[in-house]
């Protein structure tokens, strides 16, 4: 069973901090790295994806990679209040497997 | 604007039913899933299909079954529907493969009473 594991929160930072959401997974072969935000009542939608190791930047997001640890993770730079959500890592090719996602809270 | 469109936003349906959902999307996509969503539970896998008439179990595919007669439309059938099944259905769809993630619908609450 490929799993993706993540720790569930809240995770809390203050307005303007950075905030740092980690996932591990267990398919070592696995190719596609997804970050997909979650509103309270709503669907997920796809904010970040990354295939090759190291780091890619959209706007206050950067999400990092690195195959060799089985890691990635999404750092949200400048957090804002609309920022707090519930964060789903997902790993796969032509099917992901999503983790159970990380609640960040950004305080005002 | 793309869309995953799913039929209902919220059901609430009798014990013993059978609960037809229904998704739609406008993507050309090859790819569609079904999951279901519950609190600490995260999602779950029901069936997926990769192209038309073609259908794959997920993680938890007892108690549904899907049907796929055309490439944009992927029904997820509750052939007799129980308590357990009382959840957020969320459709979704991709590319084949997933290179470019899911596109998923609003979901579908549904409430078996």
């Known amino acids: 069973q490929k799993e993706v594991e993540q720790n569930s929160g809240p995770l809390s930072v203050p307005e303007g901090a950075i905030a740092s959401l980690n996932c591990t997974y267990s398919d070592r072969g696995s190719q596609s790295f997804f970050w997909y935000r979650q509103y309270s009542g709503k669907s997920p939608e796809l904010i970040m994806f990354i295939y090759s190791n190291g780091d890619k930047e959209d706007g206050r997001f950067t999400a990092q990679l690195n195959k060799a640890s089985q890691y990635v993770s999404l750092l949200i730079r400048d957090s804002q209040p609309s920022d707090s959500a519930t964060y789903l890592c997902?790993?796969?090719?032509?099917?992901?497997?999503f983790g159970i996602g990380t609640k960040l809270q950004v305080i005002p | 604007d793309v869309k995953v469109t799913q039929s209902s936003r919220y059901l609430v349906k009798r014990t013993g039913e059978k609960v037809f959902l229904e998704c739609v999307q406008d993507?050309?996509?090859?790819?569609m899933f079904w999951y279901r969503q519950d609190p600490g539970l995260g999602l779950r896998l029901i069936y997926f299909?990769?192209?038309?008439?073609?259908?794959e179990k997920g993680d938890i595919p007892e108690g549904y079954s899907v049907s796929r007669e055309k490439k944009e439309r992927f029904s997820l059938i509750l052939e007799s529907a129980s308590t357990n099944q009382t959840s957020m259905y969320l459709c979704?769809?991709?590319?084949?493969?997933?290179?470019?993630?899911?596109?998923f619908g609003s979901g579908t609450r549904l409430t078996v009473v």
């Open positions: 299909s990769y192209d038309v008439k073609m259908k």
């Open positions: 979704a769809s991709s590319s084949s493969p997933s290179t470019y993630g899911y596109t």
């Open positions: 993507m050309d996509h090859e790819n």
């Open positions: 997902a790993v796969g090719y032509q099917k992901v497997t």
